[in-house]
């Protein structure tokens, strides 16, 4: 239970790093829960905070104890770029906060790159599974 619960706690420790999650939500959230649908969305943000546990249990020690929504949200990150790749377009804004979040995460102590390459990877893969066969059809009248 505590791989998915894990993604809705966060330590008191840092609000800054809170603050960048919740405006990280908000910016990539809207953004693709518009492109995907409500479900799709919420799906990937699952997958993303399992996969940031699995995260951290792969790459740091499995015992260590980690909470936050970091990995849903670098799920996002990957959700969103996948799309991007697909629809071959550029966003400067959303990859300035993409760039502000990753050296967030490795200037700030305390806060786990692990979990967000977990999560980053897992919902990167869940985006191109769950819209494989929208991908595969944009490719083809792409290359028509």
């Known amino acids: 239970y505590r791989v998915l619960t894990s993604g809705f706690l966060h330590s008191q420790n840092d609000y800054s790093h809170i603050v960048m999650n919740m405006l990280s939500l908000y ?4 953004a693709l829960e518009q492109m995907m649908g409500w479900w799709r969305y919420l799906l990937v943000y699952l997958f993303s905070i399992v996969g940031g546990s699995f995260g ?6 499995p015992t260590a ?18 799309i991007m790749v ?21 200037l700030v102590p305390g806060i786990s790159w692990q979990a967000h390459a977990g999560g980053f990877v897992v ?22």
């Open 56 to 61: 951290v249990l792969l790459l740091d020690d």
């Open 123 to 144: 919902g990167a893969l869940a985006t191109a599974a769950l819209l494989a066969p929208q991908i595969i059809q944009r490719t083809r009248s792409i290359q028509r």
């Open 27 to 30: 910016i990539f959230g809207i």
């Open 86 to 106: 697909v629809l071959r377009e550029r966003d400067n804004i959303r990859a300035l906060m993409i760039a502000v979040n990753v050296a967030f995460g490795f």
């Open 65 to 82: 104890e980690v909470v936050g929504a970091s990995g849903g949200i670098f799920g996002l990150i990957g959700a969103y770029l996948v």
